[in-house]
């Protein structure tokens, strides 16, 4: 110390505490110490006048906690740096807080660690509560991005520049899945963060996206391949069991493709579920006669009605000889086949076809009529019928 200036300590010094800190803390530099030394200083003359801090010190506590989360800082560092500094205050705290009674100075001690303790859980309280909310805005940012993305509610170059910040590049063609569970899939539950880190933990950032949207767990992957989609299909069923269904697109490019193939991923979901297909993965390419189909509603019930309609009259309904219409083409348009696949002897197939040719005037086992009954039964699983009744287009 140099000659002729006082010390905290020394005889004759200063008693205000604030100008002990004040000496005690020069020369750190660091925004946490600056923006800690109005604080420190309020604790120094806490301790000497064994008080406590008030409500708006310890706002402005939670303030300077807060203005750390936003730069990044952790929050460690924070309390470290802010303990470090208490200890500083301590050593510095003036000879006439020392020459008390025993007594005294504990007061002063019991003041001085009950101050660090508050100090301590308003800095803590204020930078959560500010991580917190950075974390929400960063999530609405990102649920935002998403919308627009699936949705392709917004200007295509601006979504790319968007999705840069989520390492997501939109050049290129893009595939989707989606995956529909018996318990809807929500942003941050078990079952989704286990799908999002396998598909991480395998696959690069940059070529796949997870997320969630009405109840269903979305996956958007670059490239023309299916590697990611197999691999999300996969991470859905070890998260939710069995009771879970995967429709997986065909690739597009660009925004614009991503937008077609999540609504094209989604309606072949929902075609799976409307046609009882009991396959866990369904590709959009394998049931583009049912979308075909679905998408003249008038044409395939007339078509229906036409072809399949004599099939009323049977006896015990229309059901029985649809079924069998409906395995013998997935057999092969072959009796033996058929008649393994219903459990039935061949001679009951034969005898089944046959009416099925009496009542509607089709023949199935003739290659020039088989399609006409053929696209009449796939329309026919399509509108449900004969369960529920066909509606006239009139």
Known sequence: ?????????????????????????????????????????????????KGRWGAGDLGSLREVAAAAAGRGAP????????????????????????????EGLAAVASAHLRAV?????????????????AIRGEEATRREFVD?????????????????????????????????????????????RYVEEALITRFSVRDVLTTTKDGLLVCVSSGEGTDVCEAFATAVGNAVGDQ??????????????????????????????????????VHASDVLVFQVLGRDRAAITDLVATVLGGLEQARGGPQPLLDTLTAYFASGCLNTATARRLGMSVRTIA?????????????????????????????????DWPSHPLQSAD
């Open 1 to 49: 110390m140099a000659s002729g200036q006082q010390g905290p300590n020394a005889p004759g010094a200063a008693a205000d505490p604030a100008v002990a800190v004040t000496a005690g803390s020069s020369g750190r530099e660091s925004a946490a110490a600056k923006a800690l030394d109005p604080c420190l200083r309020q604790l120094a003359e806490i301790s000497a006048g």
């Open 75 to 102: 929050l460690t560092a924070l309390i470290t740096e802010y303990l470090d500094s208490a200890c500083r205050v301590w050593a510095d705290l003036p000879d006439a807080c020392r020459e008390e009674s025993v």
């Open 117 to 133: 303790a508050d100090a301590t859980v308003a800095l803590t309280e204020g930078y959560e509560t500010a991580f917190r909310a």
């Open 148 to 192: 627009d993305l699936l949705e392709g509610r917004t200007n295509l170059g601006r979504l790319a520049e968007r999705a840069e910040r989520f390492g997501l590049r939109l050049l290129g063609p893009h595939t989707v899945a989606v995956a529909r569970a018996a318990n809807l899939f929500g942003a941050g539950d078990p079952a989704t």
């Open 244 to 281: 879970y269904q995967v429709a997986i697109s065909r690739p597009r490019r660009g925004p614009g493709g991503i937008v077609r193939s999540h609504q094209e991923a989604r309606s072949t979901l929902d075609l799976a579920v409307q046609l009882s297909l009991p396959a866990r993965v």
């Open 351 to 383: 005898y089944r076809l046959s009416r099925i040719r009496q009542l509607t005037g089709h023949d199935p086992t003739d290659p020039d009529q088989r399609y006409i009954l053929q696209t009449a039964a796939l329309g026919a699983r399509l509108l």
